[in-house]
Structures are given as structure tokens and as C-alpha cells.
């Protein structure tokens, strides 16, 4: 187990997996993780599919564009919104998810569905609901990069004190 800090600040995107399967239990504790993220004004616009069939997650794999990491993964959840639904709430809920596999030794991948209604009708989601994104997890591949290894924002411009852009002084 790691340190919360330790575990957000690690957590990459990573795209290969290993077929080892993911345990019942740390995937139920997955799923909780998302369950127990906040929402505006309580409104709880959140709901989940969870996807464990291989063959499955291929066919929902092709309404993104860069599904790779769902295809490659032993487990997906879709994360789904009411239709006044914040996509905040459910990036909370979504990241939540990821931090809370890497815990578990579990890497992810957000994976984008380009063609809502390709994925609302795989699904079988009520009217009017979106899936912001398909979360793709599994052991990661350590053979692999673990990362594209993206470069973040220099921390000078990323966060300014007191004004925008201001240094920290
Ligand atoms: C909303 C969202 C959608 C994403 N969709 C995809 C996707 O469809 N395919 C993919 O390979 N990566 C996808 N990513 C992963 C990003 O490319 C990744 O967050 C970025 O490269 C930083 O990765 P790093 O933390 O490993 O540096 C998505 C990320 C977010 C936040």
C-alpha cells in the first residue's frame, strides 16, 4: 500500500497490461472509490459499467479513436453522466477510480469514446445519458513504457499566487 501523495503523484496513464487478472475484491474497492466521490450540490449524476468481457471490450473499443489501452485491458468502466450532469463530478469520480487501483498495483488509462452514440447504444444506456470516458485497467506490462511521458506544465506557469501568474516571492 502507498502513501496517498506517493499514489497521486505517481500515477502515470499507461497503456500495456499483462493478462493477470484483476482481483473481485480490489476491483469492488474500485468501483467504491468512485462511489464515495463528491458531487455538486450532492446531485450523485455518476453511474458506472463495468466491463470484464475481453471480447466485449473490443466492439466498445471501436467507438474511440484511440482505444489501444482499452483493448489491451483486463478490465473497463464506463463512466457515465445524467445529462445535466457535471463532467467535473464525474472526473472526480474518474480519477478517484484510477488513484485508487494504483494502490492496488492496478494501472489505467482514460480512453476517450468519440462516437457517443456508438457507446450509449453498445451499453445500453437510458436517453439523453453520455459516457464521459472508459476507464481501461490492468497489471501493468513492466516490459512496456509505463508512460508516453508527456512533460507537465513548468511549475511557474502553472500556478500563480495570490494573481495569476504571480510568483510565489
Ligand atoms: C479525458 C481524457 C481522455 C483520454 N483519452 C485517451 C485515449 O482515448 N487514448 C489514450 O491512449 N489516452 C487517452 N488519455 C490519456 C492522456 O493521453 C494522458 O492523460 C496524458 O498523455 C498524460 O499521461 P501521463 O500521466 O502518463 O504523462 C486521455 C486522458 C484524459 C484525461
Redesign the pocket.
Known amino acids: 500500500m502507498m502513501e496517498a501523495y506517493d499514489a497521486i503523484i505517481t500515477k502515470?496513464?499507461t497503456?500495456f497490461y499483462t493478462d493477470e487478472a484483476i482481483d473481485d475484491e480490489a476491483l469492488r474497492r474500485i468501483v467504491q472509490a468512485g462511489r464515495m466521490a463528491g458531487s455538486s450540490k450532492n446531485t450523485q449524476p455518476v453511474r458506472l459499467v463495468v466491463l470484464q468481457d475481453k471480447g466485449w471490450m473490443q466492439e466498445v473499443a471501436e467507438c474511440?479513436k484511440?482505444?489501444?489501452?482499452l483493448k489491451a485491458a483486463t478490465a473497463g468502466i464506463a463512466v457515465c453522466c445524467l445529462p445535466d450532469g457535471s463532467d467535473f463530478d464525474a472526473g472526480r469520480a474518474a480519477q478517484n477510480m484510477m488513484v485508487a487501483a494504483w494502490n492496488e498495483g492496478l494501472a489505467s488509462?482514460?480512453?476517450?469514446m468519440h462516437d457517443q452514440a456508438c457507446v450509449t447504444g453498445k451499453l445500453e444506456l437510458p436517453e439523453g445519458w453520455r459516457v464521459v470516458?472508459v476507464l481501461a485497467f490492468g497489471h501493468p506490462d513492466r516490459e512496456k513504457p509505463m508512460?508516453?511521458?508527456?512533460k507537465r506544465t513548468d511549475w511557474d506557469e502553472y500556478a500563480g499566487w495570490e494573481k495569476w501568474g504571480r510568483g510565489r516571492g
Not at 66 to 69: A, E, L, N, Y
Not at 109 to 112: A, G, I, K, M, V
Open positions: 502515470r496513464d497503456r474511440g484511440f482505444s489501444d489501452p488509462c482514460p480512453t476517450s470516458v508512460s508516453l511521458g508527456a
